[in-house]
């Protein structure tokens, strides 16, 4: 039977440590809470009421719960008064000598048979144990913030973790109500070893200029559905934590993909600490505010200012999803859209998938009988690439090698007229590959939908070296008026949102690799710990192994970074068919 845990302190009660203490006397338990002095004792006390008086607002509390649950936390500072409690869960800054040095203390002061647990995100929870004479009531127990909200724990046990002792504190974890996970004694666990990875490539990417802080964000939460963008994220959590997190990553791994980006460092000693302060990637109207106001950088962020170059007419070279999607986002937004395939047959069945999506939006309600004629009518079916020589604008969405789609710039090249902007939707290939293939390279750009196109709100929007400026001008706007949200890239593999996304899901592949945990706990982790609509290997099934498994090779082959090489496992699963949702079998069986 599971232990019984009253009398709970608290060691620390900043943002992280106020919400464990407001999780704590949630559930009925009586909460010590531990600060420095009087000042960091008032910050914390004052958290925790806001907290609650916010949860009243939202008819998450009611007055009289939110008066008994305060009422249940005492607030001191002195660890002697933790002398009486059954579990001491330190939540202090990521600093392996202060929180040796907490421990110790506690060790003298707690009851032998009293758990000592930290809510560390990244250090090593052995280390710290071994700063007592009880290194097997040491657990690690992290929460995620805010910590009322978040459901998930990683329950980290070390070598020398009594195995009841684990167990005890998962049936706590359980009894506060969130979903714990069990794993090993590693520097950031599951959610943090595959969430600061990703962070911190997005820091090197706007470090190098390849894409605004705006259209970053932007990307990945249009591109992949996350709540929020790695910079935003970053400003959340606070960059000094971040900056702690990847340095202990680094530390472990000695993978220079969690080396610290060197911006981060510059901007935490120029105090540009994050939403706390009002200032980090972004300017914030106050600290600790989520508001964003303009700064000297946000005109980076506008739109291009080239000349546009008008476009009624655009061309679709392809028939498969993709093409149909595009051609169908076109053509409901008002464009006379071309649809050029190799056979009548094709064209035919091309307009007749575009006219089955429509029926669906009519009898969902979402169009008029009326409308589904007008978008028809507005796409011409065709064979000959002639057929495109009076399109303002062609989109190339054929199959993914190099090999075809140079042939069809080569034939637009031919039949287009000049000034007619030639676009890819290509999605890992270099653009400037296929303009090569043309007589007009400034002409191309590269225009990335993402499936299914009706649907999905971003494009990516990638420039070459020669593309002009009022291509990407024009490209730019025909996103705006197809209802897009576009963003702004350089030509190099993965573009933005597939070279953030990769590396972490072969990230995650590395770790199940290694037997740290299984790909259910890995998911959850990843869902429930960092709110993503789906966990890593849940997409890489929805994706295919076998596409996932080209990206990765083709970022690899780009940037030759050893922790970009594809995960073994991913490609033996490649090898044995198992290729994800399509094959009924991939990371786990469909039926």
Not at 373 to 392: K, M, N, S
């Amino acid at each position: 039977m599971a232990r019984e845990f009253s009398t709970i302190g608290v060691v620390g009660i900043g943002t992280m440590g106020s919400g464990i203490a407001e999780v704590l006397a949630r559930s009925g338990g009586t909460v010590v809470a531990v600060e420095v002095d009087q000042d960091a004792l008032a910050r914390g006390r004052e958290h925790i009421e806001q907290s609650t008086e916010r949860a009243v607002g939202g008819g998450k509390l009611t007055a009289e719960e939110r008066a008994a649950l305060l009422a249940r936390i005492s607030y001191t500072t002195s660890l002697a008064e933790l002398a009486g409690a059954d579990l001491v869960i330190e939540a202090i800054p990521e600093q392996l000598e202060l929180k040796a040095k907490v421990f110790a203390e506690l060790d003298t002061i707690c009851a032998a048979e009293t758990i000592l647990v930290s809510n560390t995100s990244s250090l090593s929870v052995t280390e710290i144990g071994v700063h007592t004479s009880r290194p097997g009531k040491v657990v690690g127990m992290h929460f995620f913030n805010p910590a009322p909200v978040l459901k998930l724990v990683e329950v980290v046990r070390t070598v020398v973790t009594e195995p009841e002792v684990a167990d005890d504190v998962v049936a706590f974890a359980e009894k506060l109500g969130k979903s714990p996970v069990v794993i090993g004694d590693r520097a950031g666990f599951i959610a943090n070893a595959l969430l600061f990875g990703y962070l911190n490539h997005a820091v090197r990417m706007y470090e190098g200029k390849y894409a605004t802080r705006e259209d970053l964000d932007a990307a990945m939460r249009y591109g992949c559905g996350y709540p929020m963008g790695p910079l935003a994220l970053l400003d959340l959590i606070g960059l000094d934590t971040a900056y702690e997190i990847l340095e202990s990553m680094y530390r472990q791994s000695r993978n220079r993909l969690h080396a610290p980006a060197p911006l981060l460092k510059q901007m935490i000693t120029a105090g540009l600490r994050g939403r706390k302060v009002g200032r980090g990637f972004y300017t914030y109207d106050a600290p600790d505010s989520p508001n964003v106001v303009a700064d000297a950088q946000s005109s980076a962020a506008a739109a291009p200012t080239a000349a546009i170059r008008a476009v009624n007419q655009v061309g679709v070279v392809g028939t498969g999803t993709m093409a149909t999607g595009i051609a169908e986002v076109l053509a409901k937004k008002g464009y006379q859209v071309v649809l050029r395939a190799r056979s009548a047959a094709k064209a035919d069945a091309a307009v007749a998938q575009v006219r089955k999506s429509l029926d669906k939006a009519v009898v969902k309600g979402r169009m008029s009988e009326q409308d589904r004629a007008d978008v028809l009518e507005r796409i011409r079916p065709v064979v000959e690439f002639a057929e495109l020589a009076e399109a303002d604008l062609v989109i190339e969405a054929v199959a993914e090698e190099l090999g075809i789609k140079q042939a069809v710039f080569s034939a637009l090249d031919e039949v287009c007229k000049p000034g007619a902007v030639l676009a890819s939707t290509t999605s890992s290939l270099p653009v400037i590959e296929c303009a090569a293939a043309t007589n007009r390279p400034a002409d191309v750009v590269g225009l990335h939908f993402f499936n299914p196109a009706p649907a999905m709100k971003l494009v990516e929007v990638v420039s070459t070296i020669s593309t002009a400026p009022e291509v990407v001008a024009t490209a730019h706007a025909l996103c705006l008026g197809a209802g897009k949200h576009p963003v702004h890239c350089g030509d190099r593999a993965g573009f933005i949102v597939n070279a953030l996304l990769f590396p972490y899901l072969n990230d995650a592949v590395q770790m199940l690799e290694a037997h740290y945990a299984t790909a259910e706990d890995i998911d959850n982790a990843m869902k429930v710990g960092c709110s993503l609509p789906m966990g890593p290997f849940e997409l890489l099934d929805v994706v295919g192994l076998d596409v996932s498994l080209a990206i990765q090779r083709t970022l690899y082959y780009e940037f030759r970074e050893a922790g970009y090489a594809p995960a073994p496992l991913l490609e033996h699963l490649v090898t044995a068919g198992r290729l994800g949702r399509k094959t009924g079998k991939g990371f786990r069986d469909y039926g």
